[in-house]
T-cell receptor, first 112, second 114 residues
Framework: SQQGEEDPQALSIQEGENATMNCSYK?????LQWYRQNSGRGLVHLIL?????REKHSGRLRVTLDTSKKSSSLLITASRAADTASYFC????????????FGDGTTLTVKP | DGGITQSPKYLFRKEGQNVTLSCEQN?????MYWYRQDPGQGLRLIYY???????QKGDIAEGYSVSREKKESFPLTVTSAQKNPTAFYLC?????????????FGPGTRLTVT
């Protein structure tokens, strides 16, 4: 199965609420990245966190990484209707440098 | 404008025909990638190239072929040997195939084979 697996598969919240998505992976990684995909479009890179980092912020995004649990979370604060999209985590396994493996994604719906 | 382009956006083919999907980038990136995405699923790597005239198979290379004759171009051919070719195909590039570089994605090509 995929190296990265997101949870939940789908998430529906009201505008202004926070959204949390989780990603679990199986093998040791060099880095973990989060991407966003609007329906029918290409992916857009959101944030990269290295294996020696524990937390990273970018605007309303906060990413954490727990290598002992092989998991990461993406928090979107004060969500907006425009945040409606699918969110994917991608990992670079130590044994496959430069080759990212994507999970199946979390579909986020933010209701106005 | 710098970016990565894919054409066409929609492509229709009859079963048994080969079809080539275009991917061009003007970002001066060394690495390029092809992914396949099925409905409700993530991306699966078909082929990737770290440098001109070199490419490696990804996780689902069977029934596909690529070439990398120019730095800016990485076309993907879906052959008649691909048993279930209908899917959304995404091309991406990155500065290098090293582990700390983000990938830039094109808008995708939706291929329908009937």
């Amino acid at each position: 199965s995929q190296q990265g697996e997101e949870d939940p598969q789908a998430l529906s919240i009201q505008e202004g609420e926070n959204a949390t998505m989780n990603c679990s992976y199986k093998t040791s990684i060099n880095n973990l990245q989060w991407y966003r995909q609007n329906s029918g479009r290409g992916l857009v890179h959101l944030i990269l966190i290295r294996s020696n980092e524990r937390e990273k912020h970018s605007g309303r995004l906060r990413v954490t990484l727990d290598t002992s649990k092989k998991s990461s979370s993406l928090l979107i604060t004060a969500s907006r209707a425009a945040d409606t999209a699918s969110y994917f985590c991608a990992t670079d396994a130590r044994t496959n440098a430069g080759k990212s493996t994507f999970g199946d994604g979390t579909t986020l719906t933010v209701k106005p | 404008d710098g970016g990565i382009t894919q054409s066409p956006k929609y492509l229709f083919r009859k079963e048994g025909q080969n079809v080539t999907l275009s991917c061009e980038q003007n970002l001066n990136h060394d690495a390029m990638y092809w992914y396949r995405q099925d409905p409700g699923q993530g991306l699966r790597l078909i082929y990737y190239s770290q440098i001109v005239n070199d490419f490696q198979k990804g996780d689902i290379a069977e029934g596909y072929s690529v070439s990398r004759e120019k730095k800016e171009s990485f076309p993907l051919t879906v052959t008649s040997a691909q048993k279930n070719p209908t899917a959304f195909y995404l091309c991406a590039s990155s500065i290098s195939a090293g582990v700390f570089y983000e990938q830039y994605f094109g808008p995708g090509t939706r291929l329908t084979v009937t």
